[in-house]
């Protein structure tokens, strides 16, 4: 049986200092234990754990690839270990996870020591007699890399890809029906690499020029977002982002392009008056107060009033101050305001950023997708009730499912005569509008995928 606590016994000698391997293993027994998403659980142990930040990119690397690759790796893991692989202790299958990792996408750590830091973990917490099953596993895998074999594509097409690309079989099968086979293989690619870190200069506070600057001196490569011109794309940092001095000056923050794009579709203006009811953890309502010059009001709605810190925080650190947060729940709540801009990012499936947050596949089942829908729909439902005439209701999502996307606003088009669309390209790139709304596909666009349209009320 599994030692549920979790290296606890270990952590009892005040002395010992866990490795970078061993912290990986914790967080992601952590993570097959609860309902909680990996960036939360390898957050927490960063905030906890003293690394330098070699071992804090370790760590994360490890972690995000394991999850990245898990399907593929557990294929793999199946084949090789003797008896029920299913029933393994998530330790063990966790450190073999690791390990196979390592061997198949980490050239610069050699094999054997890839296999010996994770027979290591299993030893510490289960003994050698576990150790040494691990230990024959994973030298059987490495000596047989190159013959290792997948599904049996003519048998079950999908399931080959959905191996192969380590994707869920409901996804890929989706994806295939809307795209075709070669451009869901790109998707699939694009969601399996590396993400960038996308550092959006505040022009509040700063500039292009002086944030590339002080790039250049610390040597640290970037390149400019090919839709956005105050993103700077960071491919590999050697340095933590928000550690760095240019962060805490609100000089900077994290934000992805697509979430950027979506924003300029309101074109808020200095002096309005902007809702954005589903605020945290607040980069969206950060970026409609520096669009409006920080003159004007923007009211940021979230319904879990623990997360309305993350805004405040945020806003301080930007020396943003026409922010006001309220605590109340965008589907349900009645709002007494009129406003010229509402600003809905709405809860969604969240498919489009799965290269960020690679465990969105495995969370996400094809039926939460209706169960998503309607709660979208009741909130641009009370999202239209606060508008001025006139106004602007914008609706953005981070999923490229069409339900979530153009088969809402059809909906709502349809049940709001007094509302019109009000074609996406008058505002931002034409590249990325088709039929009028802003659409993101992650391959294509080369950004997460995002989906964004604007409404206007009639006067």
Not at 35 to 40: G, H, M, Q
Not at 129 to 134: E, F, G, P, R
Not at 192 to 219: C, G, M, Q
Not at 318 to 333: C, F
Request: net charge neutral.
């Amino acid at each position: 049986m599994e030692n549920t606590s979790d290296f606890s016994e270990i952590e009892k000698n005040t002395n010992y200092s866990p490795s970078v391997r061993q912290l990986a293993v914790k967080i992601l027994n952590r993570y097959d234990r609860s309902d909680s998403y990996i960036d939360k659980l390898l957050s927490h142990e960063l905030k906890h754990e003293h690394l330098i930040h070699q071992d804090r990119a370790l760590l994360t690397e490890l972690v995000n690839g394991v999850i990245r690759w898990r399907g593929k790796i557990d294929w793999i893991l199946t084949g090789f270990y003797h008896g029920d692989y299913q029933k393994c202790l998530n330790l063990v299958k966790n450190a073999m996870r690791i390990a196979i990792y390592q061997m198949m996408f980490l050239n610069r750590i050699p094999i054997p020591a890839a296999i010996y830091e994770s027979v290591e973990v299993v030893k510490r917490i289960q003994g050698e007699k576990t150790a040494a099953i691990v230990n024959g596993v994973l030298r059987n895998v490495a000596r047989n890399m190159e013959n290792i074999r997948y599904p049996d594509k003519t048998e079950d097409e999908l399931y080959f890809y959905a191996v192969l690309f380590s994707h869920p079989k409901w996804m890929v099968k989706r994806w295939i029906d809307r795209y075709g086979l070669k451009e869901t293989e790109s998707l699939m690619e694009f969601n399996n690499r590396r993400p960038y870190t996308a550092v959006r200069i505040v022009e509040l506070n700063s500039s292009v020029d002086e944030i590339s600057k002080i790039f250049d001196t610390h040597n640290i490569k970037y390149s400019l977002s090919k839709y956005n011109n105050l993103t700077l794309l960071l491919e590999s940092p050697r340095y933590d982002i928000t550690s760095s001095e240019i962060f805490k000056q609100g000089k900077i923050t994290i934000q992805d392009p697509s979430a950027s794009i979506a924003v300029a579709l309101a074109n808020p203006k200095p002096g309005n008056s902007v809702l954005d009811i589903c605020a945290a953890p607040g980069g969206k309502s950060f970026l409609l107060a520096e669009m409006m010059k920080n003159q004007g009001r923007v009211i940021s709605y979230d319904k879990h009033e623990s997360k309305l810190r993350f805004i405040v925080d945020g806003a301080e650190r930007l020396k943003i101050n026409i922010i006001k947060t309220v605590a109340k729940d965008a589907e349900t709540s009645e709002f007494s305001e009129n406003a010229d801009i509402v600003f809905a990012d709405v809860p969604c499936s969240g498919l489009g950023t799965i290269s960020k947050k690679p465990d969105i596949k495995w969370k996400k089942e094809y039926e939460d997708i209706p169960k998503l829908v309607q709660h979208q729909r009741k909130i641009i439902e009370n999202a239209a009730k606060i508008l001025k005439p006139g106004g602007v209701l914008v609706y953005s999502t981070c999923t490229i499912e069409p339900e979530e996307n153009e088969e809402n606003i059809k909906w709502f088009l349809d049940n709001h005569p007094d509302f019109e669309l009000d074609a996406a390209e008058k505002y931002i790139p034409t590249e990325l509008c088709s039929n009028g709304f802003y659409k993101s596909i992650p391959h294509i666009t080369g950004m997460d995928g995002a989906f964004a349209a604007r409404l206007v009320k009639k006067i």
